[in-house]
């Protein structure tokens, strides 16, 4: 069974556009078959990029991690007018990404990476929807060594579905990070993790 984190490269391309309304901005996203929520924007994505936005910060470093073709890191940056790295293990989800980065000119750069093997850097914040279908290991990965990348005070934004194990997954982590849930909707968690 194929799935959107696995490699796609055969299935047959039907570009689409997605569009995408944050107050006055609208922005025109390219999907494609093969990756998550090609035909929408996730009802989760779009909960943690509205929470994120109520307070953030401009001029940041960022990094979205399994990013798909862009949605959240690219409308965080723009709106904030940071940097965002995106990385994802997805070449079709990357490609996208990089039409997107041109499209939306934003100030980023994505690249491919399994979890964090080819992150260098270090960020403010790191933002993800994991991929809860890729198993607990990658999932608790990306939590956890998120603290490896990030500069001091740094935090992680994620958002993870109650019943996909989202209170588990703040106990589990609750020894690296101080944990808060900043929103919440139609079973959709949204937590921001502060390094201890
Ligand atoms: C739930 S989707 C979120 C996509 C996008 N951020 C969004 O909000 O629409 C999770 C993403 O993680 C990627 N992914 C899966 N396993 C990964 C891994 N080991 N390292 C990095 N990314 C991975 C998938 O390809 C997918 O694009």
Redesign the pocket.
Known sequence: MNH??TDNSDLKSELKNIVYHYNDYTFNFTSDNG???KDR??F??DLLVKAYLKNARNNLDIL??????????LVIAKLTNSHVDL????KR?LHLCEMNIKSLKVDANCFY???YENVSNKYDVII?????R?GKK?VY??LKEALNHMKPNGELWFVIRKNQGALSAIKDISDLYDCTVVDKAKGFLIICAKSR
């Open positions: 959107y984190f990756v998550f929520c924007i996730d989760g994505s979205d991690v399994g990013c798909g073709y862009g949605f959240m890191g990385i994802d293990i997805n989800a990476s399994n979890i993800t929807n994991p991929p809860i890729a990658v990965g990306i």
